[in-house]
């Protein structure tokens, strides 16, 4: 058994996929989620492949049911819970007179109410993480839009703004039970979800998946004294 487990949700492909190797390599118990069953047996025979302990579970986020199977099923392969990644996340483009409702209600769900049940669900486990290493992370995936909010991603961006948000008040109400909790706002990530852009930028000009991973990677190192509560990553040139 892994000294030490992690439960990363969208870890399918992208960032997710991304961090969950990183978290793999260091020696975590893996348990991993996303919507899709094949894509995520995919994925899944690739950390295995690397020789890390997978637990796979398909699940629709946007359900409290399944958000609580997830949770249940890493809890009982692996016990305990050092670190939980909230990575999956859909965004959809439209301008305010196009927006709708059901477009609306799954970005809010997968985004923003995934992540405060996922919290809800796992805060025994990792309280108790944190009570013994005083080091358990919660990593939660913002975006650049969520410092900024854009044009045409305006739900999305609000979202992301809310996760924001959101993080800073669970390092107000679990830092001192020594869990961390960080919000990532990264631009243009080269991952499925930005082909819709790739004719306007580059991949090679995209911020690396592996690049966000490598930022879990100095996560994990700091002391029990350190909280880095946001990380923002972006392109050369693009601001704020
Ligand atoms: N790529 C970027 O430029 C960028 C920038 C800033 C922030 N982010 C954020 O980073 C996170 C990861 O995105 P990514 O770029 O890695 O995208 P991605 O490759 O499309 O991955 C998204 C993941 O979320 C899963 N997911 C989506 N809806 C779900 C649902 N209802 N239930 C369960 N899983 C669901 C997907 O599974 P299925 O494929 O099976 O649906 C997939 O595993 C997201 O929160 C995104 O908003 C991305």
Redesign the pocket.
Known sequence: MPERAALV??????????IADVLGDEGHGLTV????PE??AG?VEELRGKGFEVEEV?????SEE?VQRVVAAHRERFGRLDVLV??????FGAPLADIQTKRVD?QL???LR?IILFYRECAELLRSAGAEHRNALVVN??????KSGQAWLSV?SAT?AAVVGWTQAMNKELAGDGVKSVA???????????EFIREHVKQED??R?SD?GEAVRYLLKLSPACVVPEIVFQRPGEAI
């Not at 989620?33 to 899709?36: E, F, I, N, T, Y």
């Open positions: 949700t969208g870890a399918s492909s992208g960032i997710g996929l991304a989620a996303a919507r899709r894509k995520l994925a398909a699940a629709n986020l946007t399944d909230n990575s999956a996340g859909v965004g799954m769900g997968v985004n995934a995936l913002s975006s650049l839009s969520g999305y992301k990532l706002c990264p631009g243009f990530v080269d991952t499925p979800m930005t995209m911020i998946p966000i």
